[in-house]
């Protein structure tokens, strides 16, 4: 996908634009796959993988599937996804459209599978999401290696895990427990050994939101997406604020870079919970946009296995 016009705030001046006509009811974890020149997503809430490949159709293709979706893994094998479904995770070939056998994750809880990324090795990392009322910080962080043997992280418990990025090197890893609105950063060891958590940055009462998905740039910036404040936050590597992407939603989920060079930032939306006074003020919510911006992305780790669904 060409570039197309940045967006307003602190990034080059222009608005960003929504692609295609799909407003999700909750839409997370975009994905770009430079290799098919594509774009992925879920809309959790409506149990839909999508695909926007960049062939100028600007058709979205839709993957229906038996549960919902929290978060997925761009695979090594060609066609291949690792999806986190809501109670477990299973592999899925997009062009048979077959999904494996589903690995349970957290039985008996009232959890499901949240945000995830695949560490520089190959492994699926990922969170869990409390959907109790109250958000009890029951959730926990889990690490997928090529079997799609299940281990959980020696990290704090959440209610809301989200936020998950490396840096460039591959060194830290950074989440989030949203209701906190604080984002920790750990050091992350090519063995899967973790250090202790420590602050990356606590939003201020001034910045409107809470941290949701999250992207980092080649220069180790972190993208945070503020769900509730309608933009996408860079923080720089010592976690100061730096520029900002203004978007015509409030809901903002997730960040990604893709398209050439990986210089345009991509952000998700949701419109779940959003009455009809709401929807009206903001008829893009669920949408997904696209905007150029002065830094570069990078392509996404992939899951790396032998197994097939």
Not at 115 to 122: I, T
Not at 246 to 269: H, N, V
């Amino acid at each position: 996908m060409s570039a197309p016009a940045a967006p307003a705030a602190s990034a080059p001046g222009g608005m960003p634009s929504a692609l295609g006509d799909t407003r999700s009811v909750l839409g997370e974890c975009l994905l770009w796959c430079e290799r098919e020149r594509a774009l992925y997503w879920t809309d959790i809430e409506s149990r839909f993988l999508l695909r926007l490949r960049d062939d100028g159709g600007g058709r979205v293709e839709r993957f229906e599937l038996p549960d919902r979706v929290g978060s997925f893994a761009l695979c090594e094998a060609p066609g291949l996804l690792l999806l986190g479904l809501a109670k477990g995770v299973a592999l899925y070939d997009t062009v048979s459209r077959r999904l494996g056998a589903v690995v349970p994750v957290e039985p008996g809880l009232t959890t499901r599978i949240n945000d995830g990324r695949c560490d520089p090795q190959g492994r699926f990392v990922f969170g869990t999401y409390n959907e109790a009322r109250g958000n009890a910080a029951i959730g926990s962080f889990w690490r997928v290696d090529s079997r799609l043997a299940i281990e959980r992280l020696p990290l704090p418990q959440v209610a809301v895990a989200n936020g998950l990025a490396f840096s460039p090197d591959g060194r830290r890893i950074y989440y989030t427990d949203s209701p906190t609105r604080r984002i920790q950063v750990v050091d992350y060891a090519a063995d899967g050994t973790l250090g202790e958590p420590r602050l990356f940055v606590g939003l201020p009462e001034s910045m409107r939101g809470m941290p949701d998905g999250a992207a980092v740039d080649v220069d180790g910036g972190l993208w945070s997406a503020l769900w509730g404040g309608g933009c996408v936050q860079r923080f720089d590597a010592e976690g100061r604020a730096g520029e900002r992407v203004d978007l015509p939603a409030s809901r903002i989920t997730c960040p990604a870079f893709g398209g050439d060079g990986f210089a345009t930032l991509f952000a998700s939306s949701a419109r779940i919970g959003m009455g009809a006074d709401a929807l009206a003020r903001e008829p893009l919510a669920g949408a997904v946009f696209a905007a150029a911006v002065r830094r570069r992305g990078r392509p996404e780790h992939r899951y790396v296995t032998a197994l097939r669904p």
